[in-house]
């Protein structure tokens, strides 16, 4: 987003990461242990695919398929893609007529609606006590649209300049996710302190996004200062260990 890659360059390297994962999803149990990991994330990745296997099992194992199945299937298909293309058309038209910019429409509106979905099926797992499960929903389907919702268009069809909403948005984004990861991977889990954190640095984004959309040249006062504000506060979040009290009140692993 950012041009520092071309299009194919990124889709390559997204591939390079994401087909290794698929391959790791597909393998069981039986050949992760064959693999050459160390016994500690052979069993953290076991354990999180058997996770996902307990969610999953009515799809794993189904019943045979019949003709009326494929139509069904089928018709839910073009529903879904007749619907996104309608919401898409619709929002962007509904934007234009009352002046709301273009990034804000993309970057907060079309994000969040098209995001509903995961977030109940997020709840759903995360009150199951499903954390694998729920970082999975949360996080595969942004790489399934990264990967076949943009770079695939765009290395067809090309990717226009990048412009400072653009930017702003992909550096928040990266700066948020990487936040995320890194406190889910030292917590083996999210806590509420952490998710409270999370959702604030959400609100901070969309703060400094609305106070800069309908300007060409952003102030960096409202752009970088409050990233930086919120990169510090992860900081320091990382660098104070949890006490027991905050993990046995944390969400499920």
């Known amino acids: 987003m950012v041009g520092w890659l071309s299009p194919a360059a990124g889709l390559a390297a997204v591939l390079a990461v ?25 069993a953290w990745l076991a354990d999180a695919v ?4 307990q969610e999953l099992d009515e799809v794993i194992h189904p019943r045979r398929g019949h003709g009326r199945d494929v139509a ?23 934007g234009t007529r009352f002046g709301v910019p273009e990034i804000v429409t993309g970057g907060v509106v079309l994000a969040a609606v098209t995001s509903l979905p995961n977030a109940v099926a997020a709840v759903y797992l995360a009150a199951k006590g499903r954390g694998a499960a729920m970082l999975s929903t949360t996080l595969n389907s942004n790489a399934l649209n990264v990967t076949a919702g943009l770079l695939i268009p765009a290395t067809i069809t090309g ?7 653009s930017n702003l948005i992909a550096v928040w984004y990266f700066v948020m996710t990487l936040g995320s990861l890194a406190f889910a991977y030292r ?5 509420r302190a952490t998710g409270a954190l999370i959702i604030g640095a959400y609100l901070v984004f969309l703060g ?14 409202l752009t970088v200062i409050p990233l930086a504000v919120v990169a510090a506060a992860g900081g320091v979040g990382l660098a104070r260990r949890p006490g027991r009290k905050g993990r046995r009140e944390g969400a499920p692993n």
Do not use: C, I, K, N
């Not at 298909?77 to 919401?87: E, G, I, K, R």
């Not at 917590?187 to 806590?191: A, K, N």
């Not at 400094?208 to 006062?221: C, E, G, Q, R, V």
């Open 72 to 94: 069904v299937a089928a018709a839910a298909l073009v529903v879904v893609v007749a619907a996104s293309v309608t919401m898409e058309r619709a929002a962007s038209l509904l």
């Open 208 to 221: 400094s996004l609305l106070a800069t959309a309908h300007s060409a040249s952003p102030d960096p006062w």
């Open 18 to 42: 994401l087909l290794p994962y698929l391959f790791v999803l597909a393998a069981g149990h039986a050949r992760l242990q064959r693999m050459a990991v160390t016994r500690r994330w052979e």
């Open 187 to 191: 917590d083996s889990g999210v806590r």
């Open 159 to 165: 990717l226009g300049p990048p412009s400072p909403h």
């Open 50 to 53: 058997a996770e996902e296997e």
